[in-house]
C-alpha cells in the first residue's frame, strides 16, 4: 500500500486549496479512505472519510460545511477541497486507509498553513 498527499501549501484565511491522495496497491474502489490532519502536539484527528463508492461521506464537525472529500476510482486518488479555510485549519493533512486485514496505512503528509 502506497499513499501519497500533495496540493498543500501557504493560503490565507478565506482561501481555498485542494488535497490529493493518490494510492497504489490495492483495490481502491473497494476501501473507505479518510483524511487526518495533526498539528504540534496534539494527536491526529479526524476530518473526513468518504466510503468506497463515493456516495457516503463523513466530516468532523469543525470543517462541516467547508470541505469536500471525493474520490475518483479511475484515477485511485482521493481528494479533499477545502474552501473559506481558517488558521485554526493549518496542520499536516494525512489521507489514510485500513485494509481488509485491518492494517492502517498513512501517506508522508503534506502541510497546510493559513495565515494572512
Known amino acids: 500500500v502506497h499513499l501519497v498527499e500533495s496540493g498543500g501549501g501557504l493560503v490565507q484565511p478565506g482561501g481555498s486549496l485542494r488535497l490529493s491522495c493518490a494510492a497504489s496497491?490495492?483495490?481502491?474502489?473497494?476501501?473507505?479512505m479518510s483524511w487526518y490532519r495533526q498539528t504540534p502536539g496534539n494527536e491526529r484527528e479526524s476530518v473526513a472519510s468518504?466510503?468506497?463508492?463515493?456516495?457516503?461521506?463523513n466530516y468532523a464537525d469543525s470543517v462541516k460545511g467547508r470541505f469536500t472529500v471525493s474520490r475518483d476510482n479511475v484515477k485511485s486518488t482521493m481528494y479533499l477541497q477545502m474552501n473559506n479555510l481558517k488558521p485554526e485549519d493549518t496542520a499536516v493533512y494525512f489521507c489514510?486507509?485500513?485494509?481488509?486485514?485491518?492494517?492502517?496505512?498513512w501517506g508522508q503528509g503534506t502541510q497546510v498553513t493559513v495565515s494572512s
Open positions: 468518504v466510503s468506497g463508492g463515493g456516495g457516503m461521506t
Open positions: 496497491g490495492f483495490t481502491f474502489s473497494s476501501l473507505a
Open positions: 489514510s486507509v485500513v485494509t481488509f486485514g485491518g492494517s492502517r496505512y
